[in-house]
């Protein structure tokens, strides 16, 4: 391996304003941090190829701008990398402008860069973005910063030429995941991590990558125009390490749909059970990507809650969602979970194109036929590149260079919601699950004092109370 001259550091900034984003102000807050993965991967193919790197999680340390500026005087980068997500994505701008006062090249990558490339590298901040999967593009980018490989050749770049037009190579894909190593997880600030929906020290793992879905909500990743699976030997070996390396109580797997595959859920669950690792894990998945048997196997790996992106309980917005999705489907996987012991997690959104008083009610009382352990209720946002995006533009409700202005002035006004009573809308249907007596009884029963504190919080953050 070649020593390479450049020093990189990547950098996850702490967003000051949570507006534009699906949660309510008060959940975000409460949420908690889980590590950034995407980072620490990168951070991973980086050092392995001989370049000095190193993770500033500023989000999970609560950092502001002066603190993450004197971080970067300390480390003394040569390159910058950010992860962005559209609505926060001035917070990054602002650390890449410091980076560039004290001489750092920038890079900006994540679901921002892949949702507006070219928006984003006409930011005088921005040096370069990544579209796509990166971490050999960020190699290949140190490569040609360093005069090894010239910039049309580094895949997923977005620079500016010579003559000051935007070039835009590819969206870079990997195509077999098992050859990448493992994220730096050791780079990562473990004991900041904890999140509402999990228990105590959780960390993150990535089983696969890509989504065939087309919900209507939903951003399209560069990733997800491939479904790739790592295999299960693969994925139960990094387990093992995390666990033993960081004490780590619970795994959150991030692939959208963690059962789309049976080839590789059934035998990675024995996989773990063969090697008896003692894990508690949670995971995403769709409603009609699960079956009893499977789940009743995922339990006896150590699966301890899943959640199920449902949406409505309303026909109506289920086909305004592209969500392919249907009710009775629905009641099969939740009631399956039950069966199984599996604890199961609901998200719905409200205040969608079309909502009334009458798909919310709708939604309600499909929420007690479910009878989930829990849920979260999002506000529905209209980002960049979805379908819902373009409904609202065709609705006259959203400018359609709004999120271009967005990202030229952080000034420009938030969108509002939808409809006038999403917010009305989202506190009853809080209020209406919280407040039930069984399950105040349930959660007085699960708790334990290492979570007295996270409960509260996540109370409060759901209820606005």
């Known amino acids: 391996i070649k020593a390479m001259k450049s020093k990189v550091l990547l950098i996850r900034a702490n967003p000051t304003d949570m507006e534009n984003t699906r949660l309510p102000e008060s959940l975000a807050k409460a949420l908690g941090f889980v590590p950034p993965l995407g980072l620490a991967s990168v951070a ?11 993770v500033l999680d500023a989000q999970a340390e609560q950092m502001d701008l002066a603190q993450i500026r004197r971080r970067m005087e300390e480390y003394e980068p040569t390159i910058v990398g950010l992860t962005c997500m559209t609505p926060t994505v001035h917070d990054d701008f602002d650390v890449a402008g410091a980076a560039k006062e004290l001489g750092a090249t920038t890079v900006i990558g994540g679901p921002h860069a892949d949702a507006m490339p070219e928006e984003t590298i006409e930011r005088p901040e921005v040096d370069f973005v990544v579209i796509g999967e990166g971490e050999e593009p960020m190699f290949r980018l140190v490569e040609a910063i360093e ?12 620079f500016h030429n010579q003559e000051g037009k935007v070039h835009m190579n590819e ?3 990997h195509p077999e995941l098992d050859e990448l190593p493992y994220p730096a997880y050791d780079l990562l600030p473990f004991k900041r991590y904890g999140s509402i929906i999990t228990k105590d020290r959780l960390s993150t793992i990535c089983p696969g990558r890509g989504c065939p879905f087309k919900c209507g909500f939903c951003f399209k990743l560069t990733s997800d125009k491939s479904i790739r699976f790592r295999s299960p030997e693969s994925v139960a070996e990094e387990l093992e390490y995390v666990v ?3 004490g780590v109580n619970e795994i959150n797997f991030v692939s959208d749909t ?21 894990i508690s894990w ?19 790996a150590g699966c301890r809650s899943l959640r199920f992106g449902v949406e409505t309980g309303s ?13 009775e489907r629905a009641k099969k996987a939740f009631k399956w979970a039950k069966e199984a012991e599996i604890e199961s997690f609901a998200y719905f959104i409200l205040g969608y194109i079309g909502e009334t008083d009458k798909t919310v009610q709708e939604t309600l009382d499909f929420v007690r036929e479910l009878s989930p352990d829990l849920l979260m209720y999002n506000a529905a946002t209209p980002l960049p590149s979805t379908r819902l995006f373009e409904q609202s533009i065709e609705a006259g409700l959203v400018e359609p260079d709004y999120w271009k202005k967005f990202v030229r002035d952080r000034n420009t006004p938030r969108i509002s919601y939808l409809h006038p009573k999403t917010e009305e809308w989202i506190k009853k249907a809080y209020r209406q699950f919280f407040f039930r007596p069984s399950f105040v009884f349930n959660q007085i029963l699960q708790t334990r004092p290492s979570n007295i504190s996270s409960n509260i919080r996540a109370f409060r953050g759901l209820t606005g109370l």
């Open 258 to 278: 963690l059962t789309l595959k049976k080839t590789f859920i059934f035998p990675f669950c024995e996989e773990i059970i063969r090697r008896n690792i003692k």
């Open 44 to 54: 991973g193919f980086l050092r392995e190829h001989g370049v000095e790197v190193d």
């Open 244 to 246: 033993n390396e960081f």
């Open 171 to 173: 969206g870079h894909l």
């Open 315 to 327: 026909d109506k917005i289920i086909k305004l969602l592209d969500k392919s999705l249907t009710k």
């Open 147 to 158: 005069g090894d490989l010239k910039f049309e050749d580094v895949p997923g770049l977005v």
């Open 282 to 300: 949670v995971a995403p998945t769709r409603a009609d990507c699960v079956s009893l048997e499977m789940l009743k196997l995922m339990k006896k």
